[in-house]
C-alpha cells in the first residue's frame, strides 16, 4: 500500500517500500493523438518547464479537463483543435501507455485522429504558444533531427511514430 507524502495542485509524490514515484493529484490521465492529415502527421513545439526549453511532442492533453465525464475521444477531439487548429473525423483507440513506469505511475491512451479539417490557427490555450508543424511522414527523422540541432527537447512519445524508422524499415 502506497503512502502520499506530498501534494501540490496537480502533482503528488507516493511512498511504497522503496519506491518513491509521482502522480497525478487528481488521477487524471491523458490522450496523445497521432494525427494524419493526407500524408503528413501533426506535431507541436511548447515551451517546457521541467526542461527549461521547448520540445517536440505529439499534440495530447487531459482527460476530463474540461469536464468530469469526458470520453477519451472526445478529449483528443479538443484538445487536436485547441493546439493545433484541426479537427478530426475520426478518433480511434490504439491502446493505453506509462509514460515512465519507474518514475511516475502517469498513464496516457494513444490515439490515432484522421479525416481532418483546418478549422482555426491553433496554439493551445491560456498563453501555451504552441507552434503547429504539419510534417510529410517520410520527412519525418530529417525534421526531428533539425529541430534537435536547433536546441529542442524531444518527447519519448516521438518514437512511437519515429519507431519503423528507428528500425530500418521504412515509417508507419
Known sequence: MSARVWAGRYL??????????????????AA??????????????????????????????????DGAGETIEAAAARELEEETGYRAARVERLGRFHSSPGMTSEAF???????????????????EAITVH??????????????????????????VVLGGALLGSGLI
Open 32 to 65: 496523445v493523438i497521432v494525427a494524419i492529415d493526407e500524408g503528413h502527421l501533426l506535431l507541436v513545439e511548447q515551451y517546457r518547464v521541467p526542461v527549461g526549453r521547448r520540445c517536440l511532442e505529439l499534440p495530447a492533453g487531459l482527460i476530463g479537463d
Open 109 to 127: 491512451t494513444l490515439v490515432r485522429a484522421t479525416g481532418l479539417t483546418r478549422v482555426g490557427a491553433g496554439g493551445g490555450v491560456d498563453g
Open 134 to 159: 504539419r510534417v510529410a511522414v517520410a520527412a519525418l527523422p530529417a525534421f526531428v533531427e533539425a529541430k534537435r540541432r536547433e536546441g529542442l527537447a524531444m518527447d519519448a512519445k516521438l518514437l
Open 12 to 29: 503528488a509524490v507516493e511512498v511504497e517500500g522503496t519506491w518513491e514515484y509521482a502522480v497525478r493529484a487528481r488521477g487524471i490521465e
